[in-house]
């Protein structure tokens, strides 16, 4: 069983930066991937930002320039700084990790959820 652990949300007001932590785990052999997705009320869950486990960062077209995504491999975690918050930025982030372990090849885990609200 694997599990993501996310930390970091809060009330920001716009212009102001927040770091979130997604932590992986449990039973891993390795982890192909992790992202940060995001969820605003009555809208579809959104990808925000993705590192692969080529080293290559994607990022939304709305986050561009403001957020950066890092991982430390040697914690099975990813970073999601997200700089210059603007209101429109508020919704609950979610982790996501694509991950082998015992059994299971390819397998996409989601954290709980962590509410990020920009104030304006």
């Known amino acids: 069983q694997v599990q993501l652990v996310e930390s970091g949300g809060g009330l920001v007001q716009a212009g102001g930066s927040l770091r979130l932590s997604c932590a992986a785990s449990?039973?891993?052999?390795?982890?192909?991937?992790m992202a940060w997705y995001r969820q605003a009320p009555g809208k579809q869950r959104e990808l925000v930002a993705m590192?692969?486990?080529?080293?290559?960062?994607n990022y939304a077209d709305p986050v561009k320039g403001r957020f950066t995504i890092s991982r430390d491999n040697g914690k099975n975690t990813v970073y999601l700084q997200m700089n210059v918050l603007k209101p429109e930025d508020t919704a609950v982030y979610y982790c996501?990790?694509?991950?082998?372990?015992?059994?299971?090849?390819?397998?996409?885990?989601w954290g709980q959820g962590t509410q990020v609200t920009v104030s304006s």
């Open positions: 590192f692969t486990n080529s080293g290559s960062a």
């Open positions: 449990g039973m891993i052999f390795s982890i192909n991937a």
């Open positions: 996501n990790a694509n991950v082998d372990s015992p059994g299971r090849f390819g397998r996409d885990y």
